[in-house]
Protein backbone atom coordinates (compact mmCIF):
# COMPACT_ATOMS: atom_id res chain seq x y z
CA UNK A 1 0.00 0.00 0.00
CA UNK A 2 1.34 3.83 -0.88
CA UNK A 3 2.55 5.70 2.01
CA UNK A 4 0.69 8.68 0.60
CA UNK A 5 -2.45 8.30 -0.93
CA UNK A 6 -4.39 11.19 -2.28
CA UNK A 7 -8.34 11.64 -3.49
CA UNK A 8 -9.70 11.57 -6.01
CA UNK A 9 -6.93 10.81 -8.26
CA UNK A 10 -9.07 13.11 -11.17
CA UNK A 11 -11.46 15.23 -11.08
CA UNK A 12 -13.42 17.92 -13.16
CA UNK A 13 -15.42 20.83 -11.93
CA UNK A 14 -17.06 23.93 -12.33
CA UNK A 15 -16.31 27.35 -12.27
CA UNK A 16 -18.24 28.31 -8.62
CA UNK A 17 -18.15 24.95 -7.57
CA UNK A 18 -16.56 24.03 -3.57
CA UNK A 19 -14.01 21.07 -4.10
CA UNK A 20 -12.03 19.31 -1.34
CA UNK A 21 -8.65 17.28 -1.72
CA UNK A 22 -7.69 14.65 0.62
CA UNK A 23 -4.20 13.10 1.66
CA UNK A 24 -3.70 10.59 4.16
CA UNK A 25 -0.15 8.88 4.88
CA UNK A 26 1.04 6.13 6.94
CA UNK A 27 4.26 7.33 7.66
CA UNK A 28 3.60 8.25 11.15
CA UNK A 29 5.27 12.18 9.90
CA UNK A 30 4.12 15.14 11.58
CA UNK A 31 4.84 17.33 8.85
CA UNK A 32 2.66 17.77 5.91
CA UNK A 33 2.14 19.83 2.71
CA UNK A 34 0.16 20.85 -0.41
CA UNK A 35 1.75 21.75 -3.98
CA UNK A 36 0.69 22.53 -6.82
CA UNK A 37 1.97 22.11 -10.27
CA UNK A 38 1.45 23.99 -13.72
CA UNK A 39 2.20 22.27 -17.00
CA UNK A 40 5.94 23.16 -17.72
CA UNK A 41 6.45 24.43 -14.05
CA UNK A 42 8.36 23.19 -10.48
CA UNK A 43 6.06 22.81 -7.88
CA UNK A 44 5.01 25.72 -5.87
CA UNK A 45 3.47 25.46 -2.16
CA UNK A 46 0.16 26.33 -1.20
CA UNK A 47 -0.26 25.21 2.55
CA UNK A 48 2.26 23.39 4.75
CA UNK A 49 1.16 21.82 8.52
CA UNK A 50 3.94 21.22 11.09
CA UNK A 51 1.74 19.45 13.31
CA UNK A 52 -2.13 19.11 14.17
CA UNK A 53 -2.46 23.05 15.56
CA UNK A 54 -0.43 24.55 13.19
CA UNK A 55 -0.59 25.45 10.04
CA UNK A 56 1.14 28.19 7.86
CA UNK A 57 0.18 29.95 4.19
CA UNK A 58 2.91 28.86 1.30
CA UNK A 59 3.65 30.89 -1.49
CA UNK A 60 0.50 30.45 -3.15
CA UNK A 61 -2.40 30.34 -0.53
CA UNK A 62 -4.91 32.76 -1.64
CA UNK A 63 -8.43 31.12 -3.14
CA UNK A 64 -7.29 27.81 -0.82
CA UNK A 65 -7.85 26.47 2.63
CA UNK A 66 -6.84 23.46 4.87
CA UNK A 67 -7.66 21.38 7.35
CA UNK A 68 -5.34 18.90 9.38
CA UNK A 69 -8.17 16.81 10.50
CA UNK A 70 -5.73 14.04 11.74
CA UNK A 71 -1.66 13.33 12.17
CA UNK A 72 -2.57 11.55 9.06
CA UNK A 73 -4.53 13.58 7.32
CA UNK A 74 -4.40 17.01 5.20
CA UNK A 75 -7.54 18.61 3.27
CA UNK A 76 -6.99 21.00 0.58
CA UNK A 77 -10.50 22.96 -0.16
CA UNK A 78 -11.09 25.22 -2.74
CA UNK A 79 -14.07 27.28 -1.38
CA UNK A 80 -14.99 28.76 -5.17
CA UNK A 81 -13.45 26.85 -8.02
CA UNK A 82 -11.48 29.18 -10.99
CA UNK A 83 -10.42 27.90 -14.20
CA UNK A 84 -6.56 29.06 -13.24
CA UNK A 85 -6.76 26.51 -10.72
CA UNK A 86 -6.34 23.64 -13.05
CA UNK A 87 -3.54 22.12 -12.09
CA UNK A 88 -1.86 19.23 -10.51
CA UNK A 89 -2.36 19.13 -7.04
CA UNK A 90 0.54 17.06 -4.79
CA UNK A 91 0.56 16.24 -1.24
CA UNK A 92 3.71 15.72 0.63
CA UNK A 93 5.20 14.12 4.41
CA UNK A 94 8.42 14.83 6.44
CA UNK A 95 9.61 13.76 9.23
CA UNK A 96 10.61 16.95 11.78
CA UNK A 97 13.60 17.00 10.67
CA UNK A 98 15.61 16.93 13.92
CA UNK A 99 17.88 13.94 14.55
CA UNK A 100 19.78 12.32 11.56
CA UNK A 101 16.98 12.18 9.33
CA UNK A 102 17.14 13.24 5.31
CA UNK A 103 14.44 15.81 5.84
CA UNK A 104 13.50 14.06 2.77
CA UNK A 105 9.79 14.75 1.74
CA UNK A 106 7.64 11.91 0.70
CA UNK A 107 4.98 13.42 -2.26
CA UNK A 108 1.75 11.37 -3.36
CA UNK A 109 0.64 10.23 -6.83
CA UNK A 110 -0.79 13.67 -7.12
CA UNK A 111 -4.79 14.95 -7.93
CA UNK A 112 -5.59 16.58 -11.56
CA UNK A 113 -7.75 18.92 -11.20
CA UNK A 114 -9.92 20.53 -14.03
CA UNK A 115 -11.83 23.62 -13.47
CA UNK A 116 -14.03 24.40 -16.63
CA UNK B 1 12.77 32.41 -5.22
CA UNK B 2 14.84 29.26 -7.12
CA UNK B 3 18.33 29.34 -5.50
CA UNK B 4 19.59 27.06 -8.59
CA UNK B 5 20.26 27.27 -12.12
CA UNK B 6 19.99 24.11 -14.29
CA UNK B 7 19.81 23.52 -18.09
CA UNK B 8 16.28 22.71 -19.38
CA UNK B 9 16.99 20.05 -21.10
CA UNK B 10 19.84 16.94 -21.52
CA UNK B 11 20.23 14.10 -23.54
CA UNK B 12 22.05 11.11 -22.60
CA UNK B 13 22.59 7.71 -24.14
CA UNK B 14 21.24 4.88 -22.33
CA UNK B 15 23.73 2.83 -20.28
CA UNK B 16 26.00 5.63 -20.22
CA UNK B 17 26.84 8.37 -17.09
CA UNK B 18 24.33 11.14 -16.90
CA UNK B 19 25.72 14.08 -15.64
CA UNK B 20 23.22 17.21 -14.23
CA UNK B 21 25.32 20.08 -13.57
CA UNK B 22 23.97 22.64 -10.87
CA UNK B 23 24.63 26.08 -10.06
CA UNK B 24 23.85 27.55 -6.39
CA UNK B 25 26.54 30.18 -6.13
CA UNK B 26 24.18 31.81 -3.49
CA UNK B 27 24.48 29.19 -1.71
CA UNK B 28 25.57 29.92 2.50
CA UNK B 29 27.04 27.48 4.63
CA UNK B 30 24.39 26.17 6.61
CA UNK B 31 22.45 24.87 3.23
CA UNK B 32 22.52 21.01 1.84
CA UNK B 33 22.33 20.71 -1.67
CA UNK B 34 19.43 18.37 -2.48
CA UNK B 35 18.19 16.59 -5.54
CA UNK B 36 14.58 15.07 -6.45
CA UNK B 37 13.50 13.73 -9.89
CA UNK B 38 9.76 13.84 -11.26
CA UNK B 39 9.14 10.77 -13.72
CA UNK B 40 6.20 11.95 -15.77
CA UNK B 41 3.73 13.70 -13.81
CA UNK B 42 4.20 11.60 -10.74
CA UNK B 43 4.92 12.71 -7.57
CA UNK B 44 8.70 14.28 -7.14
CA UNK B 45 11.14 11.65 -5.74
CA UNK B 46 13.90 12.21 -3.53
CA UNK B 47 17.58 11.30 -4.86
CA UNK B 48 20.44 12.48 -2.37
CA UNK B 49 21.49 15.28 -0.80
CA UNK B 50 24.87 16.70 0.84
CA UNK B 51 26.47 19.60 2.37
CA UNK B 52 30.35 19.43 1.22
CA UNK B 53 31.43 16.12 0.58
CA UNK B 54 30.99 14.06 -2.37
CA UNK B 55 27.54 11.27 -1.44
CA UNK B 56 26.71 8.40 -3.25
CA UNK B 57 23.75 6.07 -2.52
CA UNK B 58 22.54 2.99 -4.61
CA UNK B 59 20.41 5.41 -6.92
CA UNK B 60 23.61 8.42 -7.42
CA UNK B 61 26.45 10.15 -7.02
CA UNK B 62 26.63 13.90 -5.94
CA UNK B 63 29.48 15.68 -6.45
CA UNK B 64 29.77 19.41 -4.80
CA UNK B 65 32.69 21.61 -5.77
CA UNK B 66 34.83 22.68 -3.03
CA UNK B 67 33.46 26.14 -3.06
CA UNK B 68 30.50 24.79 -2.91
CA UNK B 69 28.79 26.95 -5.72
CA UNK B 70 27.95 24.35 -7.75
CA UNK B 71 27.22 20.30 -8.16
CA UNK B 72 26.87 17.53 -10.48
CA UNK B 73 24.46 14.47 -10.14
CA UNK B 74 25.45 11.61 -11.52
CA UNK B 75 23.68 8.77 -12.53
CA UNK B 76 26.00 5.94 -13.54
CA UNK B 77 24.48 3.92 -15.60
CA UNK B 78 21.49 5.60 -17.10
CA UNK B 79 18.20 4.06 -17.90
CA UNK B 80 15.17 4.37 -19.77
CA UNK B 81 13.25 4.88 -16.76
CA UNK B 82 15.68 7.50 -15.59
CA UNK B 83 14.07 9.59 -18.39
CA UNK B 84 12.70 12.85 -15.77
CA UNK B 85 13.24 16.18 -14.97
CA UNK B 86 15.37 16.81 -12.31
CA UNK B 87 15.12 19.10 -9.62
CA UNK B 88 18.13 20.77 -7.73
CA UNK B 89 17.21 22.50 -4.09
CA UNK B 90 18.91 24.34 -1.96
CA UNK B 91 17.70 24.36 1.73
CA UNK B 92 18.93 24.44 5.38
CA UNK B 93 19.31 20.81 6.76
CA UNK B 94 17.10 21.03 9.76
CA UNK B 95 13.05 21.90 10.08
CA UNK B 96 11.54 24.99 10.89
CA UNK B 97 9.99 27.18 8.26
CA UNK B 98 12.81 26.35 6.26
CA UNK B 99 11.80 22.65 5.89
CA UNK B 100 9.61 23.92 2.76
CA UNK B 101 11.26 22.61 -0.97
CA UNK B 102 11.33 25.19 -3.58
CA UNK B 103 11.14 23.84 -6.79
CA UNK B 104 12.90 25.50 -10.14
CA UNK B 105 12.20 24.11 -13.34
CA UNK B 106 14.52 21.44 -13.18
CA UNK B 107 16.12 19.20 -15.67
CA UNK B 108 14.77 17.34 -18.08
CA UNK B 109 16.69 14.43 -18.97
CA UNK B 110 15.75 12.42 -22.01
CA UNK B 111 17.61 8.69 -21.89
CA UNK B 112 17.59 7.84 -25.81
CA UNK B 113 17.78 4.41 -26.82
Known sequence: DADVTQTPRNRITKTGKRIMLECSQTKGHDRMYWYRQDPGLGLRLIYYSFDVKDINKGEISDGYSVSRQAQAKFSLSLESAIPNQTALYFCATSDSGQGKGKNEQFFGPGTRLTVL | ?113
Open chain 2, 1 to 113: DAKTTQPTSMDCAEGRAANLPCNHSTISGNEYVYWYRQIHSQGPQYIIHGLKNNETNEMASLIITEDRKSSTLILPHATLRDTAVYYCIVRPYYGGATNKLIFGTGTLLAVQP
